[in-house]
């Protein structure tokens, strides 16, 4: 809506990824919403500021859960990475977010609906749409929860996992 605002986290961005954000900023023109391409030294305050993100998948997608903006995930790995993943990676999510939940809490689109045309109508769809915003962000305690934030060290509930695992086994 009117005064929204978006930010697009480059991250460790390659050309691709900046061509897609790119043609998806210029496929949101028309809703008339601020854009911002998040440099690492700024991305806090960015996502402060932000209503809606569009994320590469990776580590930025629990900071934007951590800081309780609405995201839309998006990441396209080239063509050798694509083939071993989808031999090898069990989880249908590819956003930490989501995988913790367990559901599409953020909606992800990976490597073919990873599109302008794809991205642009989600990015806009969720900007314009304070319901769909608060049901997103309703979720983000819980899944970060799940993530132990404040909580034991990781390495020590990875090594209760494993040795969970293990006895399973």
Not at 139 to 149: H, K, M, N, S, Y
Request: aromatic share 8%.
């Amino acid at each position: 809506g009117a005064g929204a605002t978006m930010v697009f986290s480059a991250g460790n961005c390659f050309e691709s990824r900046f061509t897609v954000a790119t043609k998806t900023g210029a496929a949101l023109a028309t809703i008339k919403a601020p854009v911002f391409f998040a440099e690492p030294a700024e991305k806090y305050d960015a996502f402060a500021a932000a209503d809606v993100a569009l994320a590469a998948s990776g580590t930025v997608t629990t900071e934007l859960a951590i800081n309780k903006t609405p995201t839309v995930v998006a990441y396209r790995a080239d063509v050798l990475t694509a083939f071993w993943a989808r031999r090898v990676v069990t989880s249908p999510f590819a956003s930490i977010v989501n995988v913790a939940a367990g559901e599409a809490v953020m909606p992800e689109f990976i490597q073919e609906e990873c599109a302008p045309e794809k991205l642009a109508p989600a990015v806009a769809a969720l900007l314009s749409d304070e319901a769909q915003r608060a049901v997103q962000t309703a979720r983000f305690d819980d899944v970060i929860a799940r993530l132990g934030l404040d909580g034991p060290p990781a390495a020590g509930r990875a090594a209760d996992q494993l040795l969970a695992w293990m006895a399973k086994a």
